[in-house]
């Protein structure tokens, strides 16, 4: 052998294309077999509530404050709106949660009276307060995106939970347990 002929790839170098391929193949399997995740994280979870006090949205309860929950017993925080759909459905599920013993307040979001007190007159009223978000601003401050979500919320006003979405009848023990556990 010469000095001037080329030199040789080392003899990994010829398995490479082969083993960069099979990562790919390997990366593309997990993806579509393993299930996607789409739970959110609140960053809120484990941190008081914001201060806020917001008027009664309606005349048959009061308004909403932060020092609200911070009775010593855990309540449910509930983000809804007379626009909303979901919350049509989720209505009768709060009204089984109410009796049976959970505490429900409320934020009605970018709502008008007239609009709430006939959602609340056709679907029921579970709520011992309501609070009238006008511009989304406590609920982007408890972070919350959207409409129905509920929180529940430990007994010095920490949040203990998010659940985002209407709260279905399979899932008012996991609600109880959590209010149970946030004692």
């Known amino acids: 052998m010469s000095k001037d002929s080329p030199a040789k790839a080392p003899r990994w170098a010829l398995w490479l294309p082969l083993v960069l391929f099979a990562g790919f193949v390997a990366l593309v399997v997990v993806g579509l077999v393993k299930p996607k995740n789409t739970d959110i994280a609140s960053q809120m979870v484990g941190k008081p509530l914001p201060a806020f006090t917001l008027r009664a949205a309606?005349?048959?309860r009061p308004g909403l404050s932060n020092a609200d929950f911070q009775t010593g017993k855990p309540q449910l925080l509930n983000i809804f709106?007379?626009?909303?759909?979901?919350?049509?459905?989720e209505a009768p599920v709060l009204d089984e949660l109410r009796r049976q013993g959970a505490t429900i307040n409320a934020i009605a979001i970018r709502d008008h009276k007239e609009d709430l007190n006939a959602f609340l007159?056709?679907?029921?009223?579970?709520?011992?307060?309501?609070?009238?978000?006008?511009?989304s601003a406590v609920q982007l401050a408890i972070g919350s995106s959207g409409v129905p979500e509920t929180f529940v919320i430990d007994g010095k006003g920490v949040i203990r939970y998010q659940h985002i979405g209407d709260i279905r009848p399979e899932q008012i023990p996991d609600i109880l347990r959590l209010l149970k556990e946030a004692q």
């Open 81 to 89: 709106a007379s626009w909303c759909i979901p919350c049509r459905a």
């Open 121 to 135: 007159t056709q679907y029921g009223n579970p709520y011992a307060r309501i609070g009238a978000d006008d511009v």
């Open 58 to 60: 309606n005349d048959a």
